[in-house]
Every structure is written in C-alpha cells, then in structure tokens.
C-alpha cells in the first residue's frame, strides 16, 4: 500500500482529472410506500373471503332447513285468524244535555255516552237508559253558543260509521249525556 491516492488533486488552475470509473454492484429495485397497500389488500381480500364464506352457509341453511323441508312438502299454513276490517272513524257532532258537564271535556278525553229517557221526550221510557257510544275519542269541544245554555251543549266525537247513526237517532229521541271513562 503507497501513500499517494489513486489519482492527484491538481494543482490550483490546471485541468482536474476524474477518479477512475468503477462499476455499480447489482440490486433489487426499492419500492418505496408500497408495503401499506400490500396490507390493506390483504385485508379487503380476506373480508370479501369472509363475506362470501357467510352468504354459502346462509344459502345452505336456508335451502336445509326444517321449515324449508316442512314447506316443499304441504302447502302453506293457513292464518291463524283474519285481521278484522279497518274500522273507519267519522266525527259525530253531538248535542250533551247538560252544558256544564261539556264544560269539563277536553279533546283527547273518551266518554261513555248514554241516552236516558224521560217527561217531554216521546218515544223514550222514563227513567231508563242505554249505552249508545262506549269509549268514544273527543276530538273537540266548540265554544258554547249564546242563548243556548238550556239546550245542552255540543261536542264533536270520532266514533264508527254505525255508532254515529245511533248517536243521531238517539239524540232526537232521548237526552244525551257523557261519563268519562
């Protein structure tokens, strides 16, 4: 080994000559930011795996199952019981006898409505009564019409279709009055 290195600086002003070229030993490219992505595709691949695996053993359940067997086999089971009709709810503008006790009402509350008989109502035993409406919804109390105290006072129900043809009938035949329930 020599002390003088392998190529001279030149002194200041004179041309510069070059190290000697030496060759570059081989590598494998770098990939630099790639490893997340490599991750991140590993595990989107193993959810679809895990979804895909899930919808099979549904569809085996589904195809294998006793009620699946019981169905191929007879035909479908009956309803138990029919759903009863909708009921169709109208409003029932009603005259009450007393005004004082409509004076309590508020829309929302349900009252009873009873038709009682008596002196000066023709057609209506005296002393009885009957239920005409049970459990009927307030959907409104109007304000009370001056002058009209003695007649009783109005107020709207929702009763069913069949159940405001009563309260009709028995208005003009009897008095009306209310229970809350």
């Given amino acids: 080994m020599s002390d003088t290195p392998a190529y001279r600086i030149p002194p200041h002003g004179s041309p ?7 060759g570059v030993p081989p590598f494998a ?5 790639r490893g997340g992505d490599r991750l991140r595709r590993a595990v989107r691949r193993k959810r679809r795996m895990t979804a895909a695996g899930l919808a099979v053993a549904a569809a085996a359940l589904a195809v294998s199952g006793p009620e699946a067997q019981a169905s191929r086999s007879e035909p ?9 009709a909708a009921v169709r709810l109208v409003s029932a503008p009603v005259r009450i006898a007393d005004a004082a006790t409509v004076r309590l009402l508020r829309a929302g509350d349900r009252v009873d409505v009873v038709a009682a008989g008596g002196p000066g109502h023709p057609g209506a035993e005296a002393g009885r009564t009957r239920l005409v409406a049970a459990a009927a919804r307030v959907l409104e109390v109007p304000p009370p019409e001056p002058g009209t105290a ?3 006072a109005l107020v709207v129900l929702s009763v069913p279709r069949g159940t405001a043809r009563e309260l009709v009938g028995a208005g003009s035949v009897s008095r009306l009055a209310v229970t809350l329930c």
Avoid: F
Avoid at 16 to 22: D, L, Q, S, V, Y
């Fill in 16 to 22: 510069a000559t070059c190290p000697p070229p030496r």
């Fill in 76 to 84: 479908p089971p009956a309803p138990a019981s029919p759903r009863p």
């Fill in 150 to 152: 003695e007649a009783g």
């Fill in 29 to 33: 490219p770098l990939r630099v930011g």
